[in-house]
């Protein structure tokens, strides 16, 4: 967590290292250009967007490239947080208490750590659709080398590869609307790195005891 | 005939109409391959590869006569040699000539992506355009025959034409010009049908061949291209001839269902983010959000 080279505002504390929004804006860099150029071959309606971004034969070429930086991305985020996205018991309250969260009705809710269950269900279901998206996009890139008697490899690429797709579209809007618009100051977190102690209060109230303990004492 | 025959009535990866279709009341043409009066001279592989201008292919050599193992994006057309032994102990040694089979419901096109890349005209031919093309290999994934192939320079898919240019002129393809023996037949779907029927009912009748029979399969609509085979209950004997091809049922789940319920997802899904943050807004107020001259809740 401690970051001595950055500055962190007064009033403020730091929620995102420089390593984290790294990662964050690659995989998000990736991650929109594989959407475009996915999108324009889910859909002739759509098609136009593979055209101005260079021509649908240079976004087909590089869609895969595209895919492998953000797996890439992907796996740092596994090793940077995969330990922190556990499921825990207040998990589980959170969940049942949704209703209140979807509601703005925050302080009905359980408290949160430094990830609430909603964002550990966006961690782990990006991560199994890159999984899934990876695995069907390496046959998806080389159809012709697939043998006719494996065709099936194929068959099923060119079904889960769009379905996955599509599950972590619905993640990404609600990733969109929850850091754009809901939770005012989440944008700001993973571009400067650091958040208010109000917003720590409110949304993770659990981490935001965990650092008061942690400054309470002397840092090493 | 002459150009009119390019008018075209599908085309892959396009939205909005389709300039040709029902503007053209034209026969479908078809090529009737009769596998049993062909002799596999490959005449009609040499020809193929004269009128469109193919190089050279390197062959192989394995002691028999199928000196190239299976059609390349540069060897549209190709006679599969196949040794069958009957029930009573005799041989057949059959030999069918392989190519786009172009059916009246494309896979290939179905699966295609790319707006006009893959096309079929009023009179049933399915056609590749190279120039739209983006080279992502969903037609190979389409075809239930194992047809388009990747050149893997151009990294464009590459197959039987039909010989669509001089089909376009009143001629047939330069295979059916080259047979010498005349297994090779072109003209209207009708008239095919006609033909290969009235084959198949003078071997099952004259000849010993109790099972023979068309091969113009329903799963893809019927092709433009039948076969007359010795034995139609067992297609597969023939090279691999598929017995019920159809469009690979992922592609028709993928281009039917996940793609309507994919597209009212995303759109309800943006529906529904908006009109929540209409209803709800922001879950609070940070400073970055006040005005100057605004006051802090």
Known sequence: ?220 | MSQATLRVQKISGHAGTVPGQDTQREPTVCKLIDTTTCIGCKACEVACMEWNDLPFSETVFGNTYQTMPETRWNYWNLILFNEHEREDGSLMWLMRKNQCMHCAEPGCLAACPADGAIVQYTNGIVDFQQANCIGCGYCITGCPFDIPKMNPKTHRVFKCTLCTDRVSENLEPACIKSCPTGCLHFGTKEDMLFEANRRAKQLREHSNFPNAGVYDPRGVGGTGVIYVLHDASQPEIYGGLPANPHVPWSVKLWKGPLKWLGNVAMIGGLIGLFVHYLRYGPKAREEEDIAPGGTKT
């Open chain 1, 1 to 220: 967590m401690s970051h001595p080279e950055q500055i962190i505002p007064h009033g403020h504390v730091l929620r995102y290292n420089l390593r984290e929004r790294l990662t964050h804006w690659v995989a998000a860099a990736a991650y929109i250009y594989l959407l475009a150029t996915g999108l324009a071959f889910w859909s002739p309606w759509l098609f136009w967007v593979a055209l101005i971004l260079g021509g649908a034969p240079v976004s087909r070429l590089l869609h895969p490239w595209a895919g492998l930086i953000f797996s890439a991305a992907v796996l740092q985020m596994y090793v940077m947080w995969a330990a922190q996205m556990k499921h825990t018991d207040t998990d589980h309250a959170w969940w049942k208490a949704v209703k209140y969260y979807s509601t703005n009705q925050d302080e009905k809710m359980p408290p949160a750590g430094r990830y609430n269950a909603g964002q550990k269900f966006l961690f782990w279901g990006f991560f199994w659709s890159t999984v899934a998206l990876l695995a069907t996009g390496l046959v998806l890139w080389f159809p012709e080398y697939i043998p006719w008697n494996l065709r099936f490899l194929r068959y099923v690429s060119v079904l889960i590869h769009p379905a996955a797709a599509l599950f972590t579209i619905g993640l990404f809007m609600i990733h969109l609307y929850m850091g754009l618009f809901a939770e005012r100051g989440a944008f700001g977190s993973v571009i400067r790195g650091d958040v208010s102690i109000a917003f720590a209060k409110r949304y993770h109230p659990a981490w935001y005891k965990e650092f008061i303990g942690e400054s309470s004492s002397p840092r090493k």
